[in-house]
């Protein structure tokens, strides 16, 4: 399934012809959990032909470069969060190293509320109350964007009780990471 604001001539010829198959970047999000950046003037150099044939054909419809935060699921299930230009002076690469963490959450966040709108199932609800309380705390921290030092010291708890809180948060609400488990618990109301 593709939601996108890619032109419709674009995505459909991208399906006819199977492009879902060689694309270089749902290959690479299929096989990597974080962000990366994508196109520009390296794409000359990279992969095979066909694939350096399929960038070229992209950018005729307007899709240079980019940025895509691959997103796993259960059961060998994957998304990916793109953000792409056509703009020759956009340098994604400089915005992944100034706001990673941001694009990161915002592609987790998105792809929260497109599969509860789309009512695609997720490993079931959980009430707030199967979180606990300091759980809950640790999180709302983190999706305020502070560290794991910081959290210990603003909840007065050691760094590894932080760490401990979040992962038990990560796994109760099955997510691959803790930028996806801020998304998950935001998605389902859990922080407030």
């Known amino acids: 399934m593709l939601i996108s ?3 419709k001539s674009w995505t459909s010829r991208y399906f006819e012809l199977g ?3 060689l694309d270089p970047v749902v290959r690479r999000a299929r096989a990597e959990h974080a962000l990366f950046s994508w196109g520009g003037e390296a794409l000359a150099l990279a992969g095979n032909r066909e694939q350096r044939r399929f960038f070229d ?3 005729t419809f307007g899709i240079r ?5 691959p997103i796993t699921g259960g059961f060998g299930r994957m998304a990916a969060f793109t953000l792409a230009t056509g703009d020759r002076d956009v340098h994604p690469e400089w915005l992944v190293a100034d706001w990673k963490d941001l694009v990161q959450l915002v592609g987790l966040y998105f792809h929260s509320h497109v ?3 789309l009512d695609i199932p997720s490993t079931g609800k ?3 109350s199967e ?3 300091r759980e809950r705390q640790c999180l709302a921290w983190t999706a305020q964007g502070k560290t794991v030092a910081d959290i210990a010291v603003l909840v007065q708890i050691a760094p590894r009780t932080v760490v401990f809180h979040l992962e038990n948060a990560r796994r109760k609400l099955s997510a691959v990471s803790i930028a996806q488990c801020v998304a998950e618990a935001m998605r389902r109301g859990l922080l407030s």
């Open 126 to 128: 959980l009430a707030a």
């Open 19 to 21: 492009y879902q198959q």
């Open 131 to 133: 979180l606990t309380q």
């Open 57 to 59: 054909e992209a950018t």
């Open 115 to 117: 599969a509860a709108r």
């Open 65 to 69: 470069s980019g940025i895509t935060v």
């Open 5 to 7: 604001s890619y032109p």
